[in-house]
T-cell receptor, first 115, second 112 residues
């Protein structure tokens, strides 16, 4: 079945370590997104990519990095520079690249906890 | 900047009743507005999209209205069921930017 796969589901990290969250989609969508979700807050955009080898910063990009070497893959690295990385991370994709995005298809999320 | 307000308090209703959730926004009017459902520990799932020139949209037991004068969208679930219990998020596009802005969501609990 087509969809978005995020891994791992749960991840624990020690302070000072970088971690990479995986996001793979087989929907043939051009646009991919990373959001962060904290209790009581709306989803906040970290990075997005509309085409392979290109990506843009979202509203809270500091302390994060991404790559888009393949259409299907958009991994997110949470670096040690991110001050408060404990959160629920959601990857999404959309078939639209021009103008505003349409419907977003989300993965099941990755919960990162910093010990 | 655009602000989206959804009722942070949980909405508790009896099975069979109509649930009505509110999404208010400030500043610019979006070209369209979306509603998503999110279950605990899961990713959001798209439900409905309504455009600025549409007053109302329906899908099975779901109905969404969009009032650009009031800067408000209402999301209705008729004949609610316990399986409808979840958090519902509204999201607005930002013209000229390829991204959505999400509200914090409202948790709905439908009791038998």
């Amino acid at each position: 079945d087509g969809g978005i796969t995020q891994s791992p589901k749960y991840l624990f990290r020690k302070e000072g370590q970088n971690v990479t969250l995986s996001c793979e989609q087989n929907l043939n969508h051009d646009a991919m997104y990373w959001y962060r979700q904290d209790p009581g807050q709306g989803l906040r955009l970290i990075y997005y990519s509309q085409i392979v080898n290109d990506f843009q910063k979202g509203d809270i990009a500091e302390g994060y990095s991404v790559s888009r070497e393949k259409k299907e893959s958009f991994p997110l690295t949470v670096t040690s520079a991110q001050k408060n990385p404990t959160a629920f991370y959601l990857c999404a994709s959309s078939p639209q690249t021009g103008g505003a995005p349409g419907e977003l298809f989300f993965g099941e999320g990755s919960r990162l906890t910093v010990l | 900047s655009q602000k989206i307000e959804q009722n942070s308090e949980a909405l508790n209703i009896q099975e069979g009743k109509t649930a009505t959730l509110t999404c208010n926004y400030t500043n610019y009017s979006p070209a369209y507005l979306q509603w998503y459902r999110q279950d605990p520990g899961r990713g959001p799932v798209f439900l409905l999209l309504i455009r600025e020139n549409e007053k109302e949209k329906r899908k099975e037991r779901l109905k969404v209205t969009f009032d650009t004068t009031l800067k408000q969208s209402l999301f209705h679930i008729t004949a609610s069921q316990p399986a409808d219990s979840a958090t519902y998020l509204c999201a607005l596009d930002r013209p000229g930017y390829n991204k959505l802005i999400f509200g914090a969501g409202t948790r709905l609990a439908v009791h038998p």
